[in-house]
């Protein structure tokens, strides 16, 4: 960066370089390391209490199979996924890139290539934007605990933290997303966070930075769950297949395509993204049924996609047992997951409808009496089995009004709520 031009303080043009990611609604997560080998989670070397000398040896017995990265981006281009965030070093460790700091990377152990720059290579081959998440929690780092209580230990694991993230955003060209985790065990000051993040941007200007390293950064990242977060501030949800980030073949419960689909419409309606999980085996294979449901959802996306990437307007609609909304302006589109037949009935919709639709496809007859929308003549079985989006045209911003009194509206529904007149107070005698 020219030594004139002032630091570009993060916020002056985030909403520029969260453009793309605000659109990309649907990214792959990928957990692969020196714990895939195990195949009892990402945290074996932790909840199995393994000595470090006991598990440095597997970073000689790990030898990937030929480019697996490449097959996980042609998988994410097929699911619909748009970007890829892979862990370049998990709490074990090991470095997945070549380092100057540490030897203990796959370019100069088992592996002996940078599966980093192959990642990299293969998410570009498919026009995927490229996250690199980046564990600060480091157990392999003699300094990696004692930082908490050793100032001298501290600046050591400081600077090869900045060292080792320096070179990461240095090295391998374009780099869009930079996703921290776990900043145990020091604070935002201790780990010296603002200037991690003013290096990363001047680095990468158009770099989007997670709040992972303590600061807020550019958006935020729910585990496990799907909770917008504040108006206007971008977020992204980031889900296992099953329960575990790392190969774990004994946990086999997986989200099926009806749930990855679902997933996606929440965080559509909620204004955020899904950043979705695999967790390749030793050799980079993804396991069964991973694929195969990311295939389902691919061909999902083909047919009902703008319900989901373009219906970017927040819509907070009540619980209905036969599906849920995405909103685009002053179209609703209903995603249906339980089909009740050749008709459906939406209550509470405080809106005059204008056109109904099987989502690219017929149009659907509708009446509509007050807040009482019935859709009729529909297939009896639903078109899609994992979900049939049914679009919905409205005069004006569809509203949502059912609460739990079995109220039917007796004045025009179409009014704008009014207000009650606040009560005249009486002055006290
Ligand atoms: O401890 C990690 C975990 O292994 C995994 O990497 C997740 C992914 O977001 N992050 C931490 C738990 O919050």
């Known amino acids: 960066m020219p030594a004139t031009r002032k630091p570009l303080k993060p916020q002056d043009d985030q909403q520029r370089r969260l453009a793309w990611f605000r659109d990309a609604r649907f990214g792959m997560f990928i957990h692969w390391g020196l714990y895939s080998q195990l195949g009892r989670h990402e945290w074996v070397m932790n909840r199995e209490r393994i000595p470090v000398a006991e598990y440095e040896p597997l970073a000689d017995s790990f030898k990937p199979g030929k480019w697996p990265a490449r097959k996980w981006a042609q998988l994410a281009k097929e699911a619909g996924q748009r970007y890829m965030v892979m862990t370049t070093k998990h709490h074990e460790g090991f470095c997945l890139f070549d380092s100057a700091l540490t030897d203990y990377n796959a370019k ?22 490229v996250g690199f998440y980046y564990s600060l929690m480091d157990w392999h780092h003699p300094d990696g605990a004692r930082c908490a209580r050793n100032e001298k230990a501290r600046r050591r694991f400081v600077d090869y933290i900045h060292g080792q993230i320096r070179e990461l955003l240095t090295n391998y060209g374009k780099i869009d997303i930079l996703w921290y985790d776990v900043n145990w065990p020091l604070s935002p000051e201790g780990w010296e966070s603002e200037r991690m993040n003013q290096m990363a941007l001047e680095l990468q200007p158009d770099i989007i930075i997670n709040n992972r390293n303590g600061l807020p950064g550019d958006f935020g990242t729910p585990e496990q769950h799907i909770t917008p977060e504040a108006a206007g501030r971008m977020w992204e949800a980031c889900m296992t297949f099953n329960t575990s980030w790392g190969y774990t073949p004994i946990d086999t419960d997986y989200k099926s395509a009806r749930h990855v689909v679902e997933m996606l419409r929440q965080v559509a309606a909620g204004g955020g993204n899904l950043l979705l999980n695999i967790g390749p085996d030793p050799l980079g294979n993804v396991p069964a049924p991973c694929p195969s449901v990311l295939r389902q959802v691919g061909a999902w996306l083909q047919q009902y996609g703008p319900s989901v990437y373009e219906a970017t307007d927040p819509f907070q609609g009540e619980w209905l047992i036969t599906g849920a909304f995405t909103r685009k302006g002053d179209t609703l589109y209903f995603h249906c ?20 639709r099987l989502m690219g496809g017929p149009k659907v007859k509708f009446r509509q009496v007050k807040d009482r929308l019935v859709l009729s003549g529909l297939p009896e079985k639903a078109p899609n089995p994992l979900t049939t989006v049914i679009e919905l045209g409205f005069k004006g911003e569809p509203r949502q009004v059912l609460g739990a009194g079995h109220v039917v509206i007796d004045k025009d529904p179409w009014a704008a709520p009014t207000r009650k007149p606040a009560a005249k107070k009486t002055k006290a005698k």
């Open 337 to 356: 997951n339980r089909w009740p037949g050749s008709e459906l009935a939406i209550g509470g919709l405080v809106c005059e409808i204008t056109s109904a």
């Open 108 to 129: 100069r152990r088992g592996p002996g290539r940078d599966l980093v720059a192959e990642y990299v290579e293969a998410c570009r081959e498919q026009g995927l934007r």
